[in-house]
């Protein structure tokens, strides 16, 4: 029987025809994503799946492909929404897109620590608007880049990359780190979470949504922000409690908060986070460039192609719970 891959959401049709020439390719290209139910109904005798960040790929998704399934391919270097456990157990191989996508998206977060730093999206509703009718000396008034201190809460890739355009910036950068990093660019360590979140203007989270960091950034981290800091949240949504955080914008126990993503997301119609004026939303972005999605998309065709062949993915999380000899 030929190979049978599903995947989950319109993609480049060059990295479509790549794999459609080895193995019967299904696309869903509904802009929505699946369902579940089609989601446990389309993975039925794949041997490959394309997956998305919204496609929570779990068990019972694994054991409805069947037998058949060895291979779960993520687009994107975070692959929270993948049960690796189960995947594991199962002799299934979970394949990610690391290290082509570090660059886009700190250059993306860098533009939303200056953005939410000088007030931008703010400043573009209100000319919108029509309420700028002169000019205010002491209206819209932001927080320097340069000589302020960002604190960055993982300094893995992501968080290494946008330490080093802070750094070119004049910013003092500090960070905050489970492991000891392999180069910390010289910034320093802060002793603790709260230590760092008590002396940054800017705080931004780079670190992976696990167990551990869920709700990591809650009403007490908050509190312990300074009154004039900004959060910018790149990372995963559940990293910070959404209600937690809309109470402290609404106080104005922090500054404001630049948001890629959200809990949940995207943020429901009505919700009181939308009619904030010093948060920025935005659509789950970091990585969207033509240049970069591409390289995504080949690669999570490579890890897909690597296992059609009876190879492991080149990029992947679980290698050393596969065996299939
Ligand atoms: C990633 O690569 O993890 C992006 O957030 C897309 O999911």
Redesign the pocket.
Known sequence: MAAKVLVTRRQFEDQMDRLRSEAETIVLTRPAPATREELLHAVKDCTGIFA??TDRIDADVMDAAGSSLRVIAE????YDNIDTAAASERNIAVGN?PGV?TET?ADFTFALIQSAGRRLTESDRFVRRGEWKWFDPLDLLGLDINGSKLGIVGLGRIGSAVARRALASGMEVIYFNRNQPADDLGCRRAGSLDELLAESDFVSLHCPLTPETYGLIGSAQLKTMQSHAVLVNTA?GPIVDTDALTEALRSGAIASAALD?TDPEPIPAGHPLLRLENVTLLP?I??ATVGTRKK?SQMTVDNILAVLRGELPPNCVNSEHINWS
């Open positions: 998305h960040i687009f994107g270097v975070g897109t996508l998206a995963r993503v789950h970091a990585s995504m």
